[in-house]
C-alpha cells in the first residue's frame, strides 16, 4: 500500500511541475489546436496503419512473387535438363533412323538374293527332276552298268586273245610246258600277306625263257642265241603290254615303240648330259628336252641302257596292275606281273572291280 501511495504520488508532483496555465482566453484557442492536433494524430495513425497494410500486402506479394521466380526458375532448369534429354534421345532416333533404314535396304537386298536363289533352286529342280527321269529311263544309270558290264566282258575276250597269242607258261621240266592255272596271285591295294613270287627263270612267253640283263655282267649273254631269245621274249611282253594298255585305255607312262626284238621304251624324263663350254674348262650340265628310247634287247648295245629298259617296261606293267586294283610282284618280275595282270583281267572278279 505504501508502495502504490508513492507511485500515484508521484506522477502528481511530475503533473504539477508541466502544469501550463492557461487563460481563459486562450483556451479555446488551445482547445481548437488540440483539437486538430488529436485528429491529425488519429488520421496519422489511420494512414499509419493503413500503410502497414500496403506494406504488409506488398511483402507478401514480394513473398510470394520470389518463391515464384524460385519456383520459375527451378521450373526452367528441369525444362533445359528435358530438354538436353530430348536432344539426346532425337539423336538416338536419327541413328535408330538410319540404322533401320540401312537394315531394311539390307534385308531388301536378301530378299532379293533369296527370290533369284528361290528361282535358281526352282530351275535346278526341275533339271534335278529331268535328270532323275533319265537316270531312271532306258537310258539312265542301269543302261551305264549294262555297258560298262559289256565293255569290261569285251576287255576281258581281247585280253584272252592276247593271252592266246603270247602264252606265259611256266616250265616244269626239260620238256615240258604246262599253263599255270593255280598261279599264285599278288595281293589287292591296301592288302597284307603278299604270296612269293615264282623263279623269273621258270616262267616263258610263247616258249622262251627271259632272261634279265645285268648291269655290271655281260656272263649271261656270252651266247648269241641266248641274246636273241631274250630281245624276242621282251618284243613280246612289249606288244603284249602295248595291246593290254590300248583295250584298258590306259596311257602308258614309258611309251613304247614296237619293233619286234628290236624295240624300244621311251623315258619322258629330260636327259642331262656334262657338256663343255669354249670359255672355260669347267663342265657344265646341259638339260636334253628330247625324249630319250632305251633298247629292250642287248645286242650292240649297252647292258646299263638294256637293265633299265628292262625296269621302265616293269613300271608299265606295275602302273597297269595298279590300275586294277593289283599291287606288283616285284621290279625283276616281268613275266610273272604280266602273267597276274593277264590272270586278274580274266577273272570272274574283273567287272565288280571295275564297275
Known sequence: MERDETNSSEPKKIDQENVKVIEWEEFEQELARLWSLSSALNDAKERKQSLQKKLESLIQVEADSLNRANELEEMHGKLEAR????????IDCKLAAEDAKRQEEQL?????SLLVAGTSLSVTRKQLLELNGLLAGEKGYIR?????????????????????????????????????????SSSRLGESGRSKPANQGSLTILGLHLTLPSSTMMSFFTDKKEVQRSATALGYVAHAVSLIASYLKVPLRYPLRLGGSRSHIVDQAPSVEPSLSDSSSNTVLSTNAKHVGFPLYLD???TTKAAYAVFLLNKDLEQLLNFIGVKSLGPRHVLANLKELIRTIQSADFIELMS
Do not use: C
Request: glycine content about 6%.
Open 83 to 90: 530438354k538436353m534429354v530430348m536432344g539426346d534421345m532425337s
Open 144 to 184: 551305264l552298268k549294262n555297258l560298262q558290264k559289256k565293255l569290261r566282258t569285251r576287255q576281258q575276250h581281247m585280253v584272252s586273245q592276247v593271252s592266246l597269242l603270247y602264252p606265259v607258261k611256266i616250265s616244269a621240266g626239260p620238256r615240258e610246258d604246262r599253263e599255270l592255272e593255280s598261279f599264285p
Open 108 to 112: 531388301n537386298a536378301e530378299v532379293r
Open 300 to 302: 650292240g648295245q649297252d
